[in-house]
């Protein structure tokens, strides 16, 4: 039987076989642990996690000493949050206030959920009808404690982008922490942590053409503020944030997939906003029970996500065969509730059961699309 064309590229991606070619010695004859210091081997990845670090860094517009590398941007979101709530709880003995939003992947509403346990007052922001955190809400929630915020560059559901600047500016202002989880953006929106004024970053390779299992967290040791206490304890690796014996073969992936995002930014965006517009507007123009979730313009060059009146689950399913997209509520698990990201911008429940997400990528064909959008407008024949 012959797969699926593969739509799903917010979930994953696939590894670029550049990449794939790069990390190959490093599984091979370059198998070395960077911590060996007496001995080539050592060497040798040693520089090979250096020559990564700079090339993550330059992705961000960061100094690489600022890189840390972790298993993922769950991983990441974790040091960071969990990191600083430790740190101000612990070593500060005081009670932070936290603010994120309500449309975060779970990696960041858990965790938010988790420091309530540890003594942490948090607030989860309202998002407006396209999924972006206002910052007149940020400053509704605003408190004399308020210690840091967690907002996304981008969200893995609909695509919404938020206002990265504005929002770190506010932060500066205030003198808050900002990190955002950025596993979606990377690659698709310039990220600059300078201007932006982000002070921690999570990111991940699977979602930019890297391998699985390897991601990075950028921390602005620069900020008196970001102090964060590691949640694991072992070989000091990573300045201590985050030990244990560095995944190279990964690392090496990671910082050329990082590479190479920056090298094809702007060819490929252009080539996905074409295409993502391209089928927006044939769906839309041709069907009346369809409507298009998240912003209109502010939003990933690969994301669209789709709701559609009258349409039943069953009729969903085979209707869309042949193609690997995501769709109602397989969006998030195999739960049957509706997503809540879905439900936070106002899409009603059963709209909600009846969206599909599709996630264009780099190797996302224009015959891949045609055949997306008449599979669509057969649905409603
Ligand atoms: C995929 C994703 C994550 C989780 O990343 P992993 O590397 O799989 O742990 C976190 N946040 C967002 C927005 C994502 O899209």
Request: net charge neutral; proline share 4%.
């Amino acid at each position: 039987m012959e797969k699926p064309i593969y739509l799903d590229n917010n979930a994953t991606t696939k590894l670029d076989p550049r990449v794939f070619e790069k990390m190959k010695p490093y599984f091979e004859e370059e198998f070395g642990n960077p911590a060996s210091q007496s001995h080539c081997y050592g060497w040798e990845a040693e520089l090979a996690v250096k020559n990564a670090r700079v090339e993550v860094a330059k992705l961000l517009n960061a100094s690489p000493k600022h890189i840390f590398w972790t298993s993922g941007a769950t991983e990441s979101n974790n040091i960071a949050i969990l990191g600083l709530i430790k740190h101000l709880i612990y070593s500060q003995k005081v009670k932070p206030h936290i603010i994120t939003s309500s449309v975060e992947h779970k990696a960041v509403l858990d965790v938010f959920k988790h420091c309530e346990n540890f003594g942490a007052e948090v607030s989860i922001a309202p998002v407006n009808e396209f999924g972006q955190v206002e910052l007149s809400t940020l400053e509704d929630l605003r408190k004399e404690n308020t210690a840091f915020i967690s907002v996304m560059a981008a969200n893995n559901e609909i695509g919404t982008c938020n206002k990265l600047e504005a929002i770190g500016a506010w932060c500066k202002k205030h003198d808050i922490v900002f990190h955002t989880d950025a596993a979606q953006a990377m690659g698709k929106i310039p990220i600059n942590v300078e201007t932006m004024n982000i002070d921690l970053l999570s990111l991940s390779g699977h979602k930019m053409y890297g391998p699985k299992g390897v991601g990075a967290l950028y921390v602005n040791l620069d900020n008196p503020k970001v102090k964060l206490s590691p949640l694991m304890f072992g070989g000091g690796q990573e300045g201590g944030l985050r030990p244990g014996t560095l995944n190279v073969p990964g690392i090496v992936g990671l910082g050329e997939a990082s590479k190479i995002a920056l090298l094809q930014f702007d060819e490929e965006n252009k080539k996905n906003c074409s295409l993502r517009d391209h089928l927006i507007n044939e769906v839309l123009s041709n069907i009346p029970q369809a409507k298009l979730n998240g912003h209109p313009t502010e939003r990933l060059s690969n994301n669209i996500n789709f709701s559609f009146k009258d349409l039943s689950a069953d009729l969903f399913a085979l209707g869309l065969s042949g193609l690997a997209v995501s769709s109602g509520s397989a969006c998030s698990s195999k739960s049957s509730s509706s997503s809540y990201v879905l439900r936070a911008i106002g899409v009603e429940d059963k709209l909600a059961k009846a969206s599909l997400r599709i996630g264009l990528g780099r190797f996302t064909k224009k015959e891949d699309i045609d055949l997306c959008c008449s599979k669509i407008k057969g649905l409603f024949k």
